[in-house]
């Protein structure tokens, strides 16, 4: 038991609690049946009562043990609860910092996920155009999967050599094909305009310009080709894109397949 006392606070309240009686440090001693000097060591702070002589002076000074021996309630209510709160303790710690780690991943892969996948239709005023344009975290997919004019204009029109160039406003996406190479002497037949055009197909993955704002931007499909007057016409295409679908939601209807 002394091991976990406090010999220079116990003696400070046998002092008090001696003067308190108005007893001198003999006076005391002869009471409990000891010498002045054990008393003076006491107080001193030089040893502690043995437990007999610690409830004989809770007798004396008409004091609880505890308070003799200067622990208050709350002392001994931490005392009593150490050892049965430290293991709850622990765990509540351990299961809170669980908590906080799976919250951080998940925050991270939302702020990394969210928002980051969106795909775009094209459109056309002039023709009718299925494609799309498919942007990823990681990857970038335009694709026009076909063309069909539906100006009568060039329904019949013909052509000897042609080639396309898909832009974005003045920047190229995709060529196909330089007209420029063409020759003369080595025309064959006439083709129709309309079934070259019907042809028109397009599939890049990441290896085109950035459309940064795709929905702002201005597309045209140029058709460049050599008449049956061996003369050079274009013929173009303007299509625009609009959002098709964008993972900016928490939750999504589901759907049964």
Do not use: C
């Amino acid at each position: 038991m002394k091991e976990f006392l406090d010999s220079v606070k116990i003696g400070e309240n046998i002092r008090e609690l001696r003067v308190q009686k108005n007893w001198s440090q003999e006076e005391l001693a002869s009471k409990l049946f000891i010498s002045r000097k054990a008393v003076s060591k006491w107080e001193n702070g030089q040893g502690v009562p043995s437990i007999d002589l610690i409830l004989a002076m809770s007798n004396l000074f008409e004091v609880s043990v505890e308070k003799l021996l200067g622990k208050t309630e709350n002392d001994e209510k931490a005392k009593n609860e150490t050892p049965v709160m430290a293991p709850y303790r622990l765990t509540r710690i351990f299961i809170t910092s669980i908590i906080i780690v799976i919250l951080f991943f998940l925050f991270v892969y939302w702020a990394t996920t969210f928002n980051k996948f969106r795909v775009y239709s094209i459109y056309s005023t002039n023709a009718q155009i299925t494609g799309n344009y498919v942007v990823a975290k990681h990857r970038r997919i335009f694709n026009i999967n076909s063309v069909k004019v539906s100006d009568n204009n060039i329904a019949n029109r013909k052509y000897y050599d042609a080639d396309y160039q898909i832009m974005m406003n003045d920047e190229l996406i995709l060529g196909s094909g330089d007209i420029s190479t063409f020759k003369r002497e080595e025309v064959q037949d006439l083709k129709i305009l309309s079934n070259y055009i019907n042809d028109i197909s397009a599939y890049i993955i990441d290896d085109l310009p950035n459309l940064a704002n795709p929905i702002k931007n201005d597309y045209s499909i140029k058709i460049k080709y050599i008449d049956e007057n061996y003369e050079e016409q274009s013929y173009v295409i303007k299509f625009k894109m609009n959002e098709f679908f964008a993972n900016n939601q928490i939750f999504y209807e589901n759907y049964d397949i």
